[in-house]
């Protein structure tokens, strides 16, 4: 059979030591059918459409259809008529939900049709639902529960709660409604794995749902198991502690993929022109395709030749078959069938699905005349060279009209390592761009400033301002100059033509060598100095709290502050990216651990790229 170097085993963690993330998945499952079978007759289920595929990751039509639901409706509409007397609604805990619900029992009310209702809010009811529906009379004909869907495995490694709201909703507006579902998760994972040891924290909003974590886990009534411990070390990091890494772009295959196809709760639909055969097709990407764990943190350069020699591979293994075919025997012909046939027909397809990928991610880039010089621009933006150049160039992208986000992206970049940008060259390109795209967007930049993202430098005279105000403007620079420190202290920004992106020992190749994610620098740097020690100058320029805390126990389960025997969880490291994490940075970190010998765990509220965060703070959402 065609062997595949590089495969699967070597990609993958040690089976033995490293947490078994599918038991979330299990439970989950196991949860929902407690909660369908709450009403053993046929029922119809009603899905929030942000939940369709979140769902299809725990549960596929035939678990739901075993358990007795009927037919299956996203909830998008106030007036539902079709379907039967038994109504199921599985939605998260939101006003327009509510409403939406309210409006179809009051519609079935006014026509005269008798159904049971039941609501499960995920993960949890929130009092403002249950207020709306008092209030649009329907709360007595409703019954109520919670499905506590938390983190979801996306993968073997990566867990996500596939809340895409999560960053506009916490960081630009405030709302604090999630933070109790995070902390939950991290108190659910430690109920799993075992109390995890070494804490640290970067961020306002980590800080507050550590906290919170604890205040939860105090009321918890099981005492739990002291020497229990699967995962080391938790690293819980906010999304604006770093917003640069997630504004680059992502040149690795996965972070590729993911800009260009889009991935959704790990499923991606490709297109007929990947494909070949005039249709779409939806893939799930995760470690159980071979072909793509190989390649998925990959730099794109580095993928064709891989999809090459694989190729080759599985025509000999055809080759095999055909020759025992004419040789007439029957035996091996019959073991080649039943061992190798399946695999085969299993890689020619997964080889004809990435291949397609990369020729179409490579087409529409060479299509896209500005492509290299997008990211030659970028790369002098990171690198603080050729201001002017820059900026000429945005404002031709501008003028162009090309993409609204890819734009807005750029502008955000060159405000951000610039610590601003100086008044004359702000107001030009946000004067270009609403001409360009609409003055509808200037909502968009008022976003973007209070985010921090797209700034004015400010010249106001000291003279003219308070002691209070000079002191506050003084401690906001200091955050706000922070990244071209940052790069200097951490050599974030590697020479050119230094890193190897073929066997990279760099985690800058996943931007293409140009740049090393600050995000996953500073959880190298606190994972190798034991907390923040050392990095007083660093924490100071970054927002929020930065925090490190040790639960050191003994071989014995006794707690202590000796040194003791390192412990097979010492080398796990559970990452929650609060915000939202990219490709990217997943790659970066799976390559930080090859070469330290750690193991990581990527939690998130979300898997994020550049285009995904600005249109989350966009007026209009439909770019």
């Known amino acids: 059979m065609a062997s595949f170097s590089g495969g699967k085993q070597q990609s993958f963690p040690n ?31 009603v899905i929030d459409p942000g939940l369709m595929r979140p769902l299809d990751r725990i549960a596929g039509a035939q678990l739901l259809k075993s358990h007795g639901v009927d037919k299956i409706f996203k909830l998008d509409a106030p007036k539902l008529e079709v379907g039967g007397d038994v109504r199921m609604f599985l939605i998260r805990p939101t006003v327009d939900n509510a409403k939406f619900i309210a409006d179809q029992i009051n519609w079935d009310k006014k026509t005269g049709k008798n159904r049971r209702y039941k609501i499960l809010f995920v993960p949890r009811k929130l009092y403002v639902c249950e207020m709306i529906l008092e209030e649009e009379g329907v709360f007595g004909d409703v019954t109520c529960d919670e499905f506590k869907l938390d983190l979801i495995p996306l993968d073997r490694d990566i867990l996500s709660l596939e809340l895409p709201d999560f960053f506009p909703g916490f960081f630009l507006e405030g709302d604090q409604t999630w933070l109790h579902t995070i902390a939950s998760s991290i108190v659910n994972l430690q109920s799993l794995f075992g109390t995890i040891p070494h804490v640290y924290y970067q961020g306002r909003c980590s800080q507050m749902v550590w906290e919170l974590a604890n205040r939860l886990e105090s009321l918890q009534d099981h005492p739990r198991d002291a020497n229990q411990k699967e995962i080391g070390h938790i690293f819980l990091m906010d999304r604006d502690v770093d917003y640069v890494s ?11 993929v ?13 297109t007929p022109e990947v494909t070949g055969t005039g249709k779409s097709l939806r893939l799930l990407l995760d470690y159980n395709d071979m072909i793509f764990e190989e390649i998925r943190s990959r730099h794109i350069s580095n993928v064709f030749g891989y999809l090459s020699t694989q190729a080759k591979f599985v025509q000999s293994g055809y080759e095999k078959g055909r020759s025992l075919g004419t040789s007439g025997d029957i035996r091996d012909m019959k073991q080649f069938v039943r061992n190798e046939l399946k695999d085969l027909k299993q890689q020619f397809k997964s080889l004809s699905i990435h291949i397609g990928a990369c020729e179409s991610i490579m087409n529409s880039k060479s299509k896209q005349l500005s492509f290299e010089e997008h990211l030659q621009t970028e790369h002098s933006i990171l690198e603080g060279v050729g201001t002017k150049d820059s900026i000429t160039f945005i404002e031709e992208e501008i003028d162009q009209q090309k993409s609204a986000t890819t734009t807005l ?19 030009n390109l946000q004067t270009h761009y609403l001409h360009s795209h609409g003055h509808e967007q200037m909502l968009t930049f008022m976003n973007l400033r209070k985010l921090g993202l797209y700034t004015e430098q400010v010249t106001a005279e000291v003279s003219k301002m ?6 506050t403007k003084l401690a906001d620079k200091v955050k706000k100059t922070a990244f071209k420190g940052l790069c200097k202290k951490f050599n974030l920004i590697p020479k050119a033509g230094e890193v190897n992106l073929k066997n990279p020992d760099d985690m800058s190749f996943v931007y293409s060598g140009a740049y090393v994610p600050l995000s996953c620098k500073l959880i190298e740097q606190v994972l190798a100095r034991g907390g923040w020690a050392g990095l007083d100058d660093v924490s100071k320029q970054l927002p929020g709290t930065s925090y490190a805390e040790h639960k050191v126990l003994s071989a ?14 010492d080398k796990i490291v559970l990452v929650y990216f609060l915000g939202g994490i990219t490709f990217a940075e997943i790659a970066a ?3 930080l651990g090859k070469m330290k010998g750690y193991q990581f765990i990527f939690a998130t509220t979300s898997i994020i790229n550049g285009d995904e965060l600005i249109k989350s703070v966009m007026d209009n959402t439909t770019y």
């Open 15 to 45: 089976q033995e030591k490293f947490p078994d993330l599918l038991e979330l998945k299990q439970l989950a499952k196991d949860h929902l059918v407690y909660l369908l079978q709450s009403i053993p007759e046929q029922k119809d289920l």
């Open 246 to 256: 997630a504004l680059c772009t992502q040149t690795t295959y996965e972070g590729l």
């Open 258 to 270: 993911d800009e260009t196809f889009g991935i959704r709760s790990g499923y991606c639909e490709f």
């Open 409 to 427: 992206r750029l502008m955000c970049l060159l405000s951000l390592t610039q610590n601003g940008l100086p008044t004359k060259d702000f107001r």
């Open 466 to 471: 308070s002691v209070k105000d000079v002191k």
């Open 556 to 569: 014995r389960g006794t707690a202590g502050n000796g040194v003791v025997p390192e412990m097979p969880c």
């Open 589 to 591: 970190l799976k390559l």
